[in-house]
C-alpha cells in the first residue's frame, strides 16, 4: 500500500471507529434508560413529554412526534443484531434524546400513543392514533406530526391516516429496519429527515408521507418490498414523492388520489370499524375460509386474487355466496405491483375491483368504504377514487 493510501484511509478508519463508538454508547447508554422507562409506563399509556404545551416563540416549526412502537424503537442486548431484538422496547424520550440534532430543525415533542410492534397494531390504535392526530393538527401551536411506527405495517395505518386526517398540515409516518441498539441503526437519520420533511412548507397538502431510507414516499403508493433491506419501502409503479438530500427536502411528485382535507371518510364518532379479512389465493383452494370469514362476522372480505384479481371456481363459489349476503367482495391481487381491472360482472356478484391496491390496503378502504355505504357501485366509486 502507498504511504498515500495509508493517509487517506487512516482518518476514514478513525471516523468509523468513533462514530460507531459513539452510537453504540449512546444507545446502551439510551436502551438502560428506557428499559426503566418500560417498566414504569404501560404500553398503553399516553406520555407528554412536552407538560408546558405552549407555543414556541422561534421560527421553528413545532412538531409533534406520536410513538407507537417498531423496531425504530427495538432494542436488543447484542449491537450486530438486526433480527432478534424486542421491537417496541424503548420509550419516546429515549428515541428524542438520541437525536438531539433535530431541536436545531424543530420544537420538538413526543408522546408514547402505544408501544407494540406493528403487527399488533389494530383498528382500536389506528383510531386512537388518527384522533389524536386530528386534534393535535387542530391546533395552532403544532404543525407537523411525526408517528413513528414498526415497518411492517406502516403502510396500512399510513394510507389510513391518509384517508381520515382532515388537515394539510404535514404528517409523516417513519419507521426503521435495524433496531436502535444496532450498530448502523438507520432509525436515527430516518426520524431526523422526517422531523425535516414535517417541518417543511413544501410538505403540505401532500397526503400522509412515509419517510424511510431519504426517500418519500405517498401512503396511496408505498409499500413494503423486502423482509429485511433497509432499502425495503417503494413504490413500484407509481415512484416515489420525493427525497431528503443534504438537509434540503426535494419534492417531484404528487399523488392523485383523494387524501387528507379532499377525504370523504370522517372518524371523528366512530368507535369501531367494520370487520373486513383477506384472504389469499392459491391453488386447490376450497370455498371454506369464505362461509369461515362470514360466519365470523365480516362484513367485507378482501380477496389477494391470482393474476389481475382472479378467483378459482371453488373461491367464487364462497365469494358470490358472501355476495349474496352482502358482503362486499374486494378483488385485489397477490402479484404486488399492478392494477386490479374491473370487469363488468363484479357489481351483479357484490365484488368490486382495487384499482392498484394492494390487499392489506384494500381492507383499510373498504373498512372506511362500509362505514358510509353498502352499496357495491358506491363503495367500488371509492376504489377510484382514493
Ligand atoms: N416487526 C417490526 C414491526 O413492524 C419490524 C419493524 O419495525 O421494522 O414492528
Keep these: 500500500m502507498t504511504n498515500m493510501k495509508k493517509m487517506t484511509m487512516i482518518p476514514l478508519l478513525a471516523s468509523f471507529i468513533l462514530g ?27 406520555t407528554i ?7 414556541q416563540t422561534n421560527n421553528l416549526p413545532n412538531i409533534k412526534i406520536l410513538a407507537t412502537g417498531g423496531t425504530i424503537a427495538g432494542s436488543s442486548a447484542v449491537n450486530t443484531d438486526t433480527t ?41 390504535i389506528l383510531l386512537k392514533l388518527a384522533k389524536r392526530t386530528n386534534e393535535l393538527l387542530a391546533r395552532d401551536d403544532v404543525d407537523g406530526i411525526v408517528i413513528t411506527h414498526g415497518t411492517d405495517t406502516l403502510e396500512e395505518t399510513a394510507y389510513f391516516l391518509n384517508l381520515v386526517v382532515n388537515s394539510d398540515k404535514p404528517v409523516v409516518v417513519v419507521g426503521s429496519m435495524r433496531p436502535a441498539t444496532a450498530i448502523s ?18 410538505s403540505k397538502g401532500q397526503g400522509v408521507l412515509v419517510l424511510l431510507n431519504d426517500r418519500i414516499g405517498a401512503a396511496r403508493y408505498i409499500t413494503k418490498t423486502n423482509t429485511t433491506a433497509v432499502d425495503t419501502f417503494k413504490s413500484v409503479e407509481q415512484g416515489y414523492l420525493g427525497a431528503v438530500v443534504g438537509d434540503q427536502v426535494y419534492y417531484y411528485n404528487k399523488s392523485t388520489h383523494k387524501h387528507t382535507t379532499a377525504s370523504m371518510f370522517d372518524i371523528s364518532i366512530l368507535t ?44 367464487t363459489e364462497g365469494a358470490e355466496a358472501a355476495g349474496k349476503k352482502g358482503v362486499i367482495i374486494a378483488r385485489s391481487s397477490r402479484v404486488g405491483s ?15 375491483s382495487t384499482d392498484s391496491l394492494n390487499p392489506q390496503k384494500a ?22 377514487e382514493y
Design 272 to 315: 369501531q370499524l367494520p370487520q373486513v379479512d383477506i384472504l389469499y389465493e392459491y391453488q386447490n383452494n376450497g370455498r371454506y375460509l369464505y362461509d369461515a370469514a362470514v360466519a365470523a362476522g365480516a362484513k367485507g372480505i378482501v380477496v389477494a386474487g391470482s393474476g389481475n384479481g382472479s378467483l378459482s371456481k371453488t373461491s
Design 363 to 384: 381492507r383499510i378502504l373498504l373498512m372506511l368504504a362500509l362505514t358510509q355505504t353498502h352499496d357495491v357501485k358506491e363503495i367500488q366509486s371509492f376504489f377510484n
Design 84 to 124: 432478534d431484538y424486542k421491537a417496541g422496547a424503548l420509550g419516546i424520550e429515549t428515541l428524542i434524546n438520541a437525536v438531539p440534532e433535530m431541536k436545531s430543525i424543530a420544537n420538538v415533542s413526543g408522546e408514547q400513543v402505544v408501544n407494540v410492534g406493528s403487527p399488533d397494531i389494530n383498528n382500536d
Design 49 to 55: 413529554t412536552d407538560k408546558s404545551e405552549k407555543p
Design 20 to 46: 460507531s463508538t459513539l452510537w453504540s454508547g449512546g444507545f446502551t447508554a439510551n436502551a438502560a434508560a428506557a428499559a426503566t422507562t418500560s417498566t414504569t409506563v404501560p404500553p398503553s399509556a399516553t
Design 338 to 352: 399492478g392494477i386490479v381491472s374491473p370487469s363488468t360482472k363484479d357489481a351483479a356478484s357484490n365484488f368490486v
Design 185 to 202: 441503526a438507520d432509525g436515527p437519520f430516518n426520524l431526523y429527515n422526517a422531523v425535516k420533511v414535517a417541518g417543511a412548507s413544501a
